[in-house]
């Protein structure tokens, strides 16, 4: 069966941390881009960063030097720090997968995780 679980979300003040964790199990991991989005309600997912096999990488303007997306093929796992988090980073944060070299469009993945949410608030 084919699975992303994402985790790490929580509550966090403006300016702080937090780490995020995508593992993935029925797949051959090493070969799919993994991004992560994300999904404020009443409005459209949005892209937030993507890593290929190669560890080549692609981040939102909106994050681009905040956030950091790395992963450990050895474990399956892909990771997106945040730091100098913003209320507006606000959103449920999504896992995707998708074989070969993909960007930023949502509808080049089609393996999803449930979500996890984030809360940037003091």
């Known amino acids: 069966q084919v699975q992303l679980v994402e985790s790490g979300g929580g509550l966090v003040q403006p300016g702080g941390s937090l780490r995020l964790s995508c593992a993935a199990s029925?797949?051959?991991?090493?070969?799919?881009?993994i991004g992560w989005f994300r999904q404020v309600p009443g409005k459209e997912r949005e892209f937030v960063a993507r890593?290929?096999?190669?560890?080549?990488?692609l981040y939102a303007h909106s994050v681009k030097g905040r956030f950091t997306i790395s992963r450990d093929n050895a474990k399956n796992t892909v990771y997106l720090q945040m730091n100098s988090l913003k209320p507006e980073d606000t959103a449920v944060y999504y896992c995707?997968?998708?074989?070969?070299?993909?960007?930023?469009?949502?509808?080049?993945?089609?393996?999803w995780g449930q979500g996890t949410q984030v809360t940037v608030s003091s």
């Open positions: 029925g797949l051959t991991f090493s070969s799919y881009t």
């Open positions: 890593i290929w096999r190669t560890d080549n990488t």
């Open positions: 995707a997968a998708g074989p070969g070299l993909l960007y930023s469009s949502h509808i080049s993945y089609n393996i």
